[in-house]
């Protein structure tokens, strides 16, 4: 049993990554309708600078934070030079922009940093001694990891429901000519959605380097992974990515364990299994809202 | 300066290619010199204006063909229906004769190798799948490379691991079994929609290299299944294996764009693009939506499938390194790029797939992917609809009347009030 326990808690704090990385996609699904394929090398570049100023000497919170400052004003930018102009153009060409910003970001990473692994530290003052509760050994860091998880979750909660930039950015996603009658910048607020996506990604990549190592490569699973999330809790709904998360996460550690026939190879294939079986009863994933067509 | 004020930079922005790609190609040597001397960072970049110099070139030429066989043919082409089929069909045998001709003058192309084309063909195959699924019916596959993978593990496990039928026979079964998996698949495909249906796809193309490792009784596992030698062509072709390849693909690359090319010339292509444009709508005219949606998944899966097999048999391996993910993303964006709902977009797109890594190699080999990235992101900002459309776009200008100068200011406003009315006719006569 307490075997059983140990491998929720685990595929928990998967789950909890797995989630982060969802919810950034996410957010930029709402507020552009592009499905990010660069979101996952963007993250892993945050990362790296945050390794960088960590390696320079910075104190870890400082570098996490600044970190995720760097990944705001660079999913800004990226939105701004990359996507905003391609405003209106095939469905298609979008997708090939946000693969060439996963070749790019992958590329230069490995240019820059080379492919040798390099060791991502854990959060200043978390222990790495595991605490022992009634035979269940629970890592401290992946409480860090839930903890970190839910107040973005709050912070997000509350700036999407509180502020009136929040408000603006939910009325021009969901009814963009609309919000442009009653003065908001449209393009403003979906810029300001790739820059929350993109923090929120940056997070999702410090948090999984410490447990993964780091490397060009190591959000690329994690990123698939992901994809499965965003999708199961459906594409356009924040909750959803999360609870998609966990789902992901506990399938794959429970199903890797139990099912002779998974192993550790076809973990990935279970997921998606699972997906598959999923949008075959809920098209728009578990919480998505489904598209109503005008014909 | 009033001249260079009233030159339509925008419309003819194929001159301006053509000269400053002259202009960086004339100064390329002295820059790289510079390059080579200097140690100061960025400097690298200045061995860039060769590259770019060339490229600009050959889209500037591209662009002034173009217009000048719209100026030429179109106009030929124009006055009846009969002429147009005979101008189609005269471009498509011109194409395929520089095809069969290739073989003995392909080394004057950079990159270029037998062997290399004879893969570019291989991913045409695919291409052309992928056209007719993404560019006809609006499904969006990343997982075409998945049949890709099983097309090339049928052929190895049929004629040289499990059972030993001859290879030609296992040739003819891949793209039937992958076929009717494309067929199965269509079927759940047919509740997702867009981004949905994009990553459940995706899903095929990750999976597929851990299942042939898991399955190593079948597969080979790791290792994969090597056939070096064992594959005997007939005595007549057994000297010219490589020759051979190259003709069997672009025989099949041909027969499919042919097949394509008419389907979507009668009945069915205006059923898929019903489909495409307006799903609802084509199934209250009585088109059967779901029917045709899976049947366009089986044909272009047979398509993939048949290309996998002829690949493993043209490199003689099958293992599940060579279908990674990146096999399926590669194609779909080599068919993004060609032009997505055009059958001789395909040629582009493949010959792209295969050869684009390569350029960007040669401009930069620390981050070649970077490059390849640059140079996607610029294709797709300058023709959003792939090559093809940019080529489509430059003809019907051409058919309009070039306008290098803009007209002066003062006739321009009763010109812009009669433009509507003119505009309108061209159009109608095509």
Do not use: C
Request: no cysteine; glycine share 10%; proline share 4%.
């Amino acid at each position: 049993m307490s075997d059983f326990i140990q491998l929720v808690l685990a595929g928990a704090a998967d789950g909890a990554i797995y989630g982060l990385l969802a919810l950034a996609l996410v957010l930029i699904y709402r507020s552009t309708h592009i499905v990010n394929f660069g979101q996952g090398e963007m993250a892993m570049f945050a990362t790296y600078l945050a390794w960088s100023l960590l390696d320079a000497g910075v104190p870890f919170w400082g570098a996490f934070f600044a970190a995720i400052v760097i990944a705001f004003f660079m999913g800004l930018i990226i939105h701004r030079v990359l996507v905003h102009p391609l405003e209106g153009s095939p469905e298609l060409t979008i997708v090939i922009i946000t693969l060439g910003i996963y070749l790019f970001f992958n590329s230069i990473a490995l240019w820059i940093y080379s492919g040798v692994p390099k060791i991502f530290p854990i959060p200043a003052g978390v222990p790495r001694q595991s605490w022992e509760v009634g035979g269940v050994f629970i890592v401290p860091y992946h409480v860090t990891i839930f903890a970190i998880l839910f107040v973005l979750m709050m912070l997000l909660f509350a700036f999407f429901r509180f502020t009136k930039v929040g408000l603006a950015m939910r009325a021009a996603a969901a009814q963009p000519l609309s919000s442009t009658l009653v003065g908001i910048s449209v393009p403003t607020m979906m810029m300001l959605g790739w820059g929350i996506a993109a923090a929120a990604g940056a997070t999702a990549g410090m948090l999984s380097a410490p447990i993964v190592v780091l490397e060009p490569n190591f959000m690329a699973t994690i990123l698939i992974f992901s994809f499965a999330s965003a999708v199961l809790g459906g594409l356009d709904s924040p909750v959803g990515a999360v609870l998609g998360g966990f789902i992901v996460g506990e399938v794959s550690a429970l199903g890797g364990r139990y099912i002779d026939f998974i192993g550790n190879d076809l973990q990935i294939v279970l997921a998606f299994a699972l997906i598959v079986l999923v949008l075959l009863f809920r098209p728009a994933g578990l919480l998505g809202r489904p598209q109503v067509v005008r014909v | 300066m009033e001249l260079v004020r009233r030159i339509e930079w925008r419309r003819n922005w194929f001159l301006v290619g053509l000269i400053v790609g002259a202009l960086l190609y004339a100064f390329s040597g002295p820059l790289d010199d510079l390059n080579a001397r200097t140690d100061a960072p960025g400097s690298g970049l200045l061995s860039l204006a060769g590259p770019i110099g060339v490229g600009l070139i050959f889209f500037g030429l591209v662009g002034v063909l173009t217009i000048a066989a719209a100026q030429t043919l179109g106009r030929i082409a124009a006055k009846s229906a009969t002429n147009r089929r005979l101008m189609q069909g005269l471009g498509a045998a011109l194409l395929l004769l520089a095809f069969i001709f290739l073989p003995w003058y392909y080394d004057i192309f950079p990159y270029a190798t037998l062997y290399k084309l004879t893969i570019a063909l291989q991913w045409v195959m695919v291409i052309i799948g992928i056209n007719l699924l993404t560019g006809y019916t609006g499904q969006i596959s990343l997982g075409q490379g998945a049949f890709f993978a099983i097309g090339g593990y049928t052929l190895a496990i049929a004629s040289f691991h499990e059972w030993s039928l001859p290879w030609a026979v296992s040739l003819l079964i891949a793209p039937v079994i992958t076929g009717i998996l494309g067929f199965l698949v269509g079927i759940p495909s047919l509740r997702l929609k867009g981004p949905y249906l994009a990553l459940a796809t995706l899903a095929l193309a990750v999976i597929i290299a851990p299942i042939a490792k898991r399955f190593e009784e079948f597969t080979g596992g790791v290792q994969g299944i090597a056939m070096f030698g064992k594959i005997r062509l007939w005595s007549i072709f057994a000297d010219h294996a490589d020759y051979f390849w190259y003709y069997l693909s672009l025989g099949a690359a041909a027969v499919m764009l042919l097949v394509v090319w008419n389907v979507m010339h009668g009945r069915i292509g205006r059923a898929l693009i019903a489909i495409r444009d307006n799903e609802i709508a084509a199934s209250a005219m009585g088109v059967n939506v779901a029917l045709y949606k899976t049947t366009v998944f089986g044909i272009a899966a047979a398509f993939a499938g048949f290309a996998g097999a002829v690949n493993a048999a043209v490199i003689q391996f099958a293992s599940p390194d060579q279908y990674s993910s990146l096999v399926s993303i590669r194609v779909f964006v080599g068919a993004v790029i060609g032009g997505v709902a055009s059958v001789p977009g395909a040629v582009f797109g493949g010959l792209f797939t295969q050869f684009i890594p390569d350029i960007a190699a040669d401009v930069s080999k620390a981050a070649s992917d970077a490059v390849q990235a640059v140079i996607l992101i610029v294709f797709m900002y300058a023709m959003r609809g792939g090559f093809a459309g940019f080529v489509v776009q430059t003809w019907h200008y051409g058919r309009r009347g070039v306008q290098l100068l803009r007209p002066p200011a003062a006739r321009r406003q009763g010109q812009e009030a009669a433009a509507p009315a003119s505009a309108a006719s061209p159009s109608g006569s095509e």
